[in-house]
């Protein structure tokens, strides 16, 4: 990954060969803030199969865009079913958990509200 205050170039492929040999979390989870500014952050999380990233919101809009793998989101009473090459958007602050239904990779996008000074 190379950067610099305005641009960031991120090599996938890299990052994602990267994560699946990372010391995973308690929970065998593995991420990786890929891009980093102020409005918007770009993560890359890796789940082994069977595992469950418990419930929790954000205070952002979010995309979750599956690049391996297959996941299932629960969210509002819905089930969401993401196997590789889908991508869902949630508005913010709606409570939500992912589970892997097989080793999976995804892109986890975050769209904060800039704050006003």
Do not use: C, Y
């Amino acid at each position: 990954m190379s950067s610099t205050t305005e641009t960031t170039h991120v090599d996938l492929n890299q990052a994602i060969l990267t994560s699946r040999t990372a010391q995973p979390n308690p929970t065998g989870k593995v991420t990786t803030a890929l891009v980093s500014f102020a409005a918007l952050r770009v993560v890359l999380v890796t789940m082994p199969g069977g595992s469950l990233w418990e419930q929790h919101q954000t205070t952002g809009r979010i995309t979750v865009q599956v690049l391996a793998g297959h996941i299932r989101l629960n969210a509002e009473g819905a089930t969401h079913d993401l196997p590789t090459g889908h991508l869902l958007a949630l508005e913010s602050n709606i409570p939500h958990d992912v589970e892997a239904l097989v080793d999976s990779t995804f892109l986890l996008t975050v769209a904060r509200q800039p704050s006003t000074a």
